[in-house]
């Protein structure tokens, strides 16, 4: 099938027919021309072609005139750019059709988009939209998408209403992954989870339908037919990068499926979820001695509850509630800690294996002594608590460093479990800030039930 979409003469040498449609009506001109001897004329046809097979198909246009003795003249095109190719003379006996043919790819593969969404880590959600932009007809097409390393599928959330097939893997599952479409065009047939195989350590996403399409459409605002896969993952502790990858296949050939060697993973769609990045430890102290107004808090930098999570240091006679604390704009705003301690979100959750860095105020803002204020003289063997859910968690102290700011070693990551204790040391009047940081490291030795009470919030 085709359909006419341009008939023009570009150098408006010749009158060209509007009712040319290559069917009914084959008359290029409307048949008013004149063209004086050794004049040209040119036109450009364009044709948009669906063909049923590769091809090759054949040309041909038949040129009438009438000379100026009066005479009908008439030829037959010939292809290429002589159309006396045998040079007697006579181009009247060089009749040669133009061959037109198609590769075996008659389809162009889909436009595939990723972006990540980071706002309820550890889980982040992951969404690719593919985008049919290249055709005008619907194609087969399966989606394949790897879990990234570093983390793991989370089972959030409804089912995608499309049932798992029989040969997928058991434990296989259509719970915490959506394949949504917005036109009858587009259509599902599989949208799952496949858990762990050979090929795919960590599992998969898989769809598989058709895409109608949107052609020479990128945006997703815009596209009618676009196809959007969404799913979360848990983002392991101290994991500070996940590279997502997803690929597509798609009919090439026209025969309705997408299955032939040549149209495996013919497109991709991917993206790098990185943590916030920070270039400082936290500012966890004010001025000694001195009053110190806080700036009016807002919503972005409210700390999460983490229910009765709470630190114990004996040595230092200090029970304090655990609160999590945002990275913002590439920094941990701990401001309003008060007498709390704050578990800075992006390392290990207090309790599991990973660092754990945990921080405090060296001085509150009513210029008296904060928590940590005498973090500094813990030494080797001396004992951190974590109590949580029935549980004490007990950390035996390994070092304590006095380091710069910005020397970020102390939140390097670790396969077991350690936690890092951060305050602030060295007031500096002149700029109202602190020089150095307190950093206090220790590995868990031994956990066993809780019998303390727990510390309430300060």
């Known amino acids: ?18 009712l040319f449609d290559g069917g009914s009506n084959i008359n290029l001109l409307v048949g008013s021309d ?21 091809g090759p198909f054949y040309n041909s246009a038949t040129a009438t005139g009438i000379s100026p003795t009066n005479v009908t003249v008439t030829d037959v095109s010939q292809d290429g750019l002589d159309p006396d190719p045998g040079g007697d003379g006579d181009p009247t006996n060089n009749n040669e059709p133009t061959p037109v043919a198609f590769t075996s790819n008659l389809f162009d593969p889909p436009f595939g988009i990723k972006i990540f969404n980071d706002d309820g880590l550890p889980l982040l959600q992951w969404t690719m939209i593919w985008i049919n932009n290249t055709n005008i007809t619907a194609v087969s097409a399966s989606v394949s998408d790897p879990i990234p390393a570093g983390t793991t599928y989370a089972m959030v959330g409804a089912s995608s ?3 798992v097939p029989l040969t997928a893997p058991p434990g296989s599952t259509n719970i915490g992954v959506t394949c949504t479409d917005s036109s009858t065009s587009t259509t599902t047939t599989l949208c799952y989870y496949e858990v762990p195989t050979l090929a795919y350590p960590l599992g998969r996403i898989i769809w598989s339908g058709t895409l109608g399409p949107d052609l020479g459409i990128t945006d997703p605002d815009i596209a009618l037919n676009d196809l959007n896969i969404t799913f979360s993952v848990t983002v392991g502790s101290g994991v500070r990068q996940a590279y997502n990858l997803a690929t597509i296949s798609s009919d090439l050939n026209g025969d309705g499926d997408n299955t032939d060697p040549d149209e495996q993973n013919v497109a991709s769609a991917d993206s790098t979820w990185n943590a916030a990045s920070v270039t400082l430890l936290p500012q966890t102290g004010f001025a000694p001695g001195m009053l110190t107004s806080l700036p009016p808090r807002n ?3 409210t700390y999460a509850s983490l229910g009765s999570l709470w630190l114990e240091i004996p040595r230092l006679g200090v029970p304090m509630p655990i609160v999590g604390v945002p990275v913002l704009n590439g920094k941990w705003d701990v401001a309003w800690l008060g007498n709390n ?33 005498n973090l500094k003289g813990l030494r080797w063997g001396d004992q951190i608590i974590l109590h949580i859910d029935g549980f004490a968690y007990t950390y035996e102290v390994r070092s304590t460093a006095i380091v710069d700011p910005d020397d970020l ?6 396969e077991l479990p350690w936690i890092t204790l951060i305050t602030c040391q060295d007031y500096q009047v ?9 950093v206090v490291r220790a590995v868990l030795t ?11 919030t300060r």
């Open 341 to 373: 301690a704050g578990w800075l979100n992006g390392t290990a959750y207090p309790a599991t294996p990973g660092n754990t860095v945990i921080t405090g105020h060296v001085y509150l803002p009513n210029g008296k002594p904060g928590p940590f204020v």
């Open 34 to 54: 004149t063209l004086a001897v050794g004049e040209e004329g040119h036109l450009r046809l364009t044709i948009r072609l669906v063909p049923a097979s590769s």
């Open 1 to 18: 099938t085709f359909t006419v979409l341009a008939l023009t003469s570009p150098d408006a040498s010749l009158d060209v027919n509007p």
């Open 299 to 301: 919503s972005a930098t």
């Open 161 to 163: 209403g499309y049932d």
């Open 409 to 414: 070693s102390a939140l390097r990551h670790e």
């Open 446 to 456: 031994g956990v066993r039930p809780d019998i303390s009470e727990p510390t309430g």
């Open 430 to 438: 002149a700029d109202n800030s602190y020089a150095h940081r307190t």
